[in-house]
């Protein structure tokens, strides 16, 4: 909500163009994970079940809950 006080006109700000604005940088660490290539060695929950039933250790209506240790694919 504005202020205008009696007998003046509100202050009209001159607009922008699109080449006078700034634009923030980013910080490095948050920066796209497309750049990890980094191996991870810890799997989801539904990566070590689908590496289990490659390996035939898990089958269909087995529990997902306290999986066996598994290193990941290489």
Do not use: C
């Not at 948050?30 to 750049?35: C, D, F, H, R, V």
């Amino acid at each position: 909500m504005d202020l205008v006080v009696a007998g003046s006109s509100p202050v009209s700000r001159p607009i922008r163009k699109d080449s006078e604005l700034k634009k923030m940088s980013q910080h490095r660490s948050l920066k796209g994970s497309s750049k990890i290539t980094a191996k991870r060695n810890v799997l989801k929950r539904f990566e070590r079940i689908n590496l289990l039933a490659e390996r035939g250790q898990w089958k269909p209506g087995d529990r997902g809950q306290g999986l066996r240790k598994t290193k990941p694919a290489e």
